[in-house]
């Protein structure tokens, strides 16, 4: 399959209902939104156009540490607007023949201004890193060449690019200048994971009267979202290898699998130390 092939617009299969994120992180996404669904009003009956004459493309940069949900945002924008939904990554674009990366990238604005979807690329700082001062090899070239072909690119385009990364302190500063909003996504507080564990639990999984929404709430502090969804799905796969009444999830499932998220944490945590 070529690099073009792979560039397929999706049907988005979230909206921004699906997201659960603090009160600061729902503001600004609304701000963004409001920017996109008013931008006739905006640009053309307040004027905005005669000072932002490159107002047609809104980029958003979606951060933070993993697993916060910037990848569900970004689909639940393109849901919310009802549009396509393309979304990149950096193997997506990447090729061992120097130019054909820049080459790719074209093709991929061209792909979703033809088929009205939000363009996101996930892990951006592959593409928004800062480029190479000293260039001493077609490799560095072929670096600074592909930042170059997509700061063109955003310039140009007529529509939505949204960004999401870990490591936004990689990007290069030109690329930050033209983000319509920087949104710091973060691990959920009380109130987030309370929301996230009335979402996650099915009304149909059994699990054991002690193992309610406020359990959950106070045990996975300092967890991720994705933390949270993976530890159930495996709390359960402990549950469903018991038999009669003791199949169903227990404290002593979750209290295993929420040991082996931290210790793998820690882990990472010691290992990049």
């Not at 406020?214 to 967890?223: E, F």
């Not at 469903?240 to 793998?264: G, K, P, Y």
Request: glycine content about 4%; charged content about 25%.
């Amino acid at each position: 399959m070529s690099n073009e092939e792979s560039f397929v617009p999706e049907q988005p299969r979230r909206t921004l209902q699906d997201l659960v994120v603090p009160p600061r992180v729902q503001q600004q996404i609304e701000a963004a939104m409001a920017r996109l669904r008013s931008h006739e009003t905006l640009y053309r009956d307040w004027g905005l156009e005669t000072v932002d004459p490159s107002g047609s493309v809104v980029a958003l940069n979606l951060y933070g540490p993993p697993g916060t949900g910037k990848t569900l945002c970004a689909e639940g924008i393109a849901g919310s607007l009802e549009r396509a939904f393309l979304r990149i990554c950096y193997a997506d674009l990447e090729s061992k023949y120097v130019g054909d990366t820049a080459k790719n990238l074209v093709k991929a604005f061209r792909i979703a201004k033809s088929s009205s979807a939000v363009l996101f690329f996930d892990e951006a700082d592959a593409v928004l890193s800062r480029r190479i001062a000293h260039v001493s090899q077609s490799s560095d070239h072929a670096v600074n060449l592909t930042r170059s072909v997509l700061l063109m690119e955003l310039d140009r385009f007529d529509g939505v690019v949204i960004f999401a990364t870990n490591l936004v302190q990689s990007y290069d500063p030109a690329f930050l200048r033209r983000m319509f909003a920087h949104v710091r996504f973060e691990l959920p507080d009380s109130t987030c994971r309370e929301s996230l564990w009335r979402r996650l639990l099915p009304d149909r999984l059994p699990r054991a009267v002690d193992v309610d929404i406020q359990w959950l709430t106070a045990q996975t502090d300092g967890l991720s979202g994705a933390d949270m969804l993976g530890l159930l799905i495996r709390s359960a796969c402990h549950a469903v290898q018991r038999s009669a009444e003791q199949r169903c999830l227990s404290r002593q499932d979750v209290e295993l699998e929420i040991a082996a998220v931290r210790q793998a944490q820690g882990e990472v945590l010691e290992l990049a130390s």
